[in-house]
């Protein structure tokens, strides 16, 4: 079973920075998509940030400028840089990868930005 561990979530003003990792079980992966998503409350999940086909990349247009996904394979682990916050960006944020017919999800930390 594929584990994903995600860290570094807490509580920040606004207009501050939090690291986001998220740690995968295995040293070996081959994953066709591993990103980030965030479920505000009373919202549904929605994809913050991406990578796909290698090292392409995608930003949800209200994160772009302000967020950065980064990976380190020696460490099987994946980063999420966030600048900038907003109170919009308070929500539990999740680890993500797709392996073949597979969907694995972290169990999710949560970011809390106050105004």
């Known amino acids: 079973q594929v584990q994903l561990v995600e860290s570094g979530g ?16 295995a040293n070996i992966f081959s994953f066709n ?6 479920q505000a409350s009373g919202k549904q999940r929605e994809l913050v940030a991406a990578y796909t086909n290698g090292a392409s990349t995608h930003y949800a247009d ?20 966030m600048n900038s916050l907003k109170p ?19 169990q999710g930390t949560q970011v809390t930005v106050s105004s």
């Open 10 to 25: 807490g509580l920040v003003q606004a207009g501050g920075s939090l690291r986001l990792s998220c740690a995968a079980s």
């Open 33 to 38: 998509a591993m990103g980030w998503y965030r």
């Open 88 to 106: 919009e960006d308070t929500a539990v944020y999740y680890c993500g990868a797709l392996l073949g017919t597979y969907t694995y999800w972290g």
């Open 62 to 81: 209200s994160v772009k400028g302000r967020f950065t996904i980064s990976r380190d394979n020696a460490k099987n682990t994946m980063y999420l840089q």
